[in-house]
């Protein structure tokens, strides 16, 4: 499993997990969140004082969906960093609270690969596609090592949730940075128009529901769209390209799935390396890692 262990003590902590919930704290203030994955339980610990004191609690409801109950006020949203990266921290009805602090990993694999293209071809420029963008954790990344990014999500207000994050962290309009473009769009009719103007991508970034609606009602549904998504995503890469990163959180769609997935997509066009693997987050209490998703790294053999 892969993990982060860069967040800083102040910043972001998974605190503890057990009875089917986290307890997270982010920044100044302490959250619970319900979590399926922690199936195991430990009714000591989640009846001490550091969970009673917990700042926030999201309840779901039996109908569906849930609300967050408040033992004090907390502001509209405060913030948390990442590496030089800011990040608006704002709990919302779905449970999330704008960051998902198991991506690190990836951003900092991102950074990595960027700064060493760049570094290896001084004149060279990195285009990064990031799909489902949300709120710009992988796009600031890419943003703060040199590469111009094209953010895509079908969210205006998740977009613009980014753009903030984006200023934030100084990286709205840096010139010794990489360039923002901002998109709200369905990723399919967005790609299908990139390739008619054949426009060209370095590295593709995807982070795909298991269920959505894109711009004006369109279904995603994972399982019938990623095949036709990720053929698309062939014909908007370069002729050199650094690297394909995919996602998922979807139960069912294991790392293994998603890595032949990618053989028979990806691999038809470019040589291609692949790996898959679980991403997590340490969890204080115990020091064990909490899985949180999975994700697939392509590599071209350019």
Known sequence: ?????????NEYQLLD??????????????LIRPDPQVMWEDKARINSQQWRLADAR??????????????K???EGWYIRYKGLTFKVKPTGFKHTGVFPEQAVNWDFCDEIIRDAMYRDKSRKIN?????????GATLACLNAGANVCHLDAVKGMVEWAKENASLSNLSNNPDKGAPRWIIDDAGKFLAREIKRERKYDAIILDPPSYGRGTNGETWKIEDSINALLLMCTEVLSEKPLFLLMNSYTTGLSPSAVKYLMSMTIGLKYKISVTASEIGIPVKSTGLPLPCGNTTIVRFDN
């Open 1 to 9: 499993m892969r993990y982060s262990s860069a967040w800083g003590a």
């Open 17 to 30: 997990a057990s009875n089917g919930e986290r307890l997270e704290r982010w920044g100044d203030y302490t």
């Open 58 to 71: 999201y309840i779901r409801s039996s109908s569906g969906g849930g609300n967050w109950e408040y033992k």
């Open 73 to 75: 006020k907390l502001p």
């Open 128 to 136: 990064v596609l990031n799909l489902f963008a949300y709120t710009g």
